[in-house]
């Protein structure tokens, strides 16, 4: 049962316009949404996060939005550029039974090719 | 400071043969835990740990241990590789207050 789905599979977009990614949760159980993005040959890496308190969080170009009673939430990058070329990757995550560490749960992935 | 070690980068292995992937971790992070990466399947948890000296199951741990004997060092052992272990390895970690993990570079592995 995937608990967290991802879409579009891969997305192009023209350099200066707005990248979307969407992802659907299950579990309500959920309390923490990061998005990831990896490029090739490299660990993924936090880029933004928001707890379901929040409809919305902004850190420069980056976007998260969230619906908490639709179990949704979304990605959105202005202004995208070819250095924004990359795999991003939702998660989902919940405290491991109160012991301190949280288990990801991550969509399949998108992957983001910004054209000049 | 490195943050996440993992080794080695690459290896070939013949199947039936035992691996061990190592991680290193300098953050003094309690939680550490271990994914596999295959296209288009996105990253699953295999193994974690919420501290030293503990270990717990992730959604697909068939075919892997691990162990956590002190707070730094997570290693991952495959007892009979299969070609469907084919795959890249990322080792991560976690601590403090906050809910992000940090990865390693990953192993890619190849079962024959």
């Known amino acids: 049962q995937q608990q967290v789905k991802q879409s579009p599979q891969s997305l192009i977009v023209q350099k200066g316009g707005i990248s979307i990614i969407n992802c659907a949760y299950e579990n309500t159980a959920f309390d923490y949404f990061p998005w990831y993005q990896q490029f090739p040959g490299k660990g993924p890496a936090l880029l933004i996060a928001i707890r379901p308190d929040v409809s919305e969080k902004k850190e420069g170009r980056f976007t998260i939005s969230f619906n908490k009673s639709a179990k949704q939430f979304s990605l959105h990058i202005m202004d995208s550029q070819p250095g924004d070329s990359a795999t991003y990757f939702c998660a989902a995550s919940m405290e491991n039974s109160g012991a301190g560490s949280y288990q990801l749960t991550f969509g399949k992935g998108t992957k983001l090719s910004v054209i000049p | ?112």
């Not at chain 2, 400071?1 to 292995?13: D, E």
């Not at chain 2, 495959?78 to 390895?89: G, K």
């Open chain 2, 1 to 112: 400071i490195a943050g996440i070690t993992q080794a080695p980068t690459s290896q070939i292995l013949a199947a039936g043969r035992r691996m061990t992937l190592r991680c290193t971790q300098d953050m003094r992070h309690n939680a550490m835990y271990w994914y596999r990466q295959d296209l288009g399947l996105g990253l699953r948890l295999i193994h974690y740990s919420n501290t030293a000296g503990t270990t717990g199951k992730g959604e697909v741990p068939d075919g892997y241990s691990v162990s956590r004997a002190n707070t730094d060092d997570f290693p991952l052992t495959l007892a009979s590789a299969v070609p469907s272990q084919t795959s890249v390895y990322f080792c991560a970690s976690s601590g403090g207050e906050a809910n992000e993990q940090f990865f390693g570079p990953g192993t890619r592995l190849t079962v024959l």
